[in-house]
């Protein structure tokens, strides 16, 4: 079964800081692989995915994610920090598990980023 | 404008007061799953529906049931809630067009069992 790790659960940077927000992923065949964000008292939005192709990705609001097969991880980056950044973000890989019909996301804990002004 | 549509997004009852919250979907698509997010443990799913009448168990089921009559819609209904489905709940769809697609998420529904 597919698994994700976030292995910080709280993250606080400065303003214009560069970020940085781990993932490590367990999936037995090629990964489909997100990241979501959960502003306080929202639902969640896509900031980018990973199918197959450039293992570099750029999502919105100024986000990117490198895949690393080889160290099974989708890390998180964004090289400058805003305020409106403080919400708390989840990586996910998706998958149908037992080659079953069911595509799900399975999804990390979480990781929340407090900035700092 | 595409979106998923949860009701209620607050709620609070009592042990065994039956509820259901709805969830409907503007994009035509197949593929609708429920989601129960609780702190320190993320996003589980609970029950998924790939068409009409064609639903099915996600992680944790206990306590749940669904049903698909419509393509748009897709209730998650609590027989007799109890308070450990206190939770804040999700509704997702997508379309199976493309193999892997994202999911859609509705804005959630905090519930609050007595």
């Known amino acids: 079964a597919q698994s994700v790790t976030q292995p910080d659960i709280h993250i606080t940077v400065s303003e214009g800081a560069s970020l940085e927000l781990r993932c490590n992923y367990s999936?037995?065949?090629?990964?489909?692989l997100f990241w979501y964000v959960q502003s306080p008292g929202q639902g969640l939005q896509l900031l980018l995915k990973?199918?197959?192709?450039?293992?570099l990705v750029q999502g919105i609001k100024g986000f990117e994610a490198e895949f690393k097969r080889s160290q099974s991880s989708f890390n998180l980056r964004k090289p400058s920090v805003h305020w409106s950044d403080a919400a708390e973000y989840f990586c996910?890989?998706?998958?149908?598990?037992?080659?079953?019909?069911?595509?799900?996301?399975?999804f990390g804990k979480g990781t929340l980023l407090t900035v700092n002004p | 404008e595409a979106q998923v549509t949860q009701n209620p997004r607050y709620l609070i009852t009592v042990t065994g007061k039956k509820l259901t919250v709805t969830c409907s979907q503007n994009m035509n698509h197949e593929y609708m799953s429920w989601y129960r997010q609780d702190p320190g443990l993320g996003l589980r799913q609970i029950y998924y529906?790939?068409?009409?009448?064609?639903?099915d168990k996600g992680d944790v089921p206990e306590g749940y049931k669904v049903s698909r009559k419509e393509k748009r819609n897709f209730p998650l209904i609590l027989e007799s809630p109890s308070p450990n489905q206190t939770s804040l709940y999700f509704c997702?769809?997508?379309?199976?067009?493309?193999?892997?697609?994202?999911?859609?998420f509705g804005e959630g529904s905090r519930l609050t069992v007595l």
């Open positions: 999936y037995g065949a090629t990964p489909y």
């Open positions: 529906s790939m068409n009409v009448e064609v639903t």
């Open positions: 990973y199918f197959s192709g450039d293992t």
């Open positions: 997702a769809s997508r379309g199976l067009a493309g193999v892997h697609g994202e999911l859609f």
């Open positions: 996910a890989v998706g998958a149908s598990p037992s080659g079953g019909s069911n595509y799900k996301l399975t």
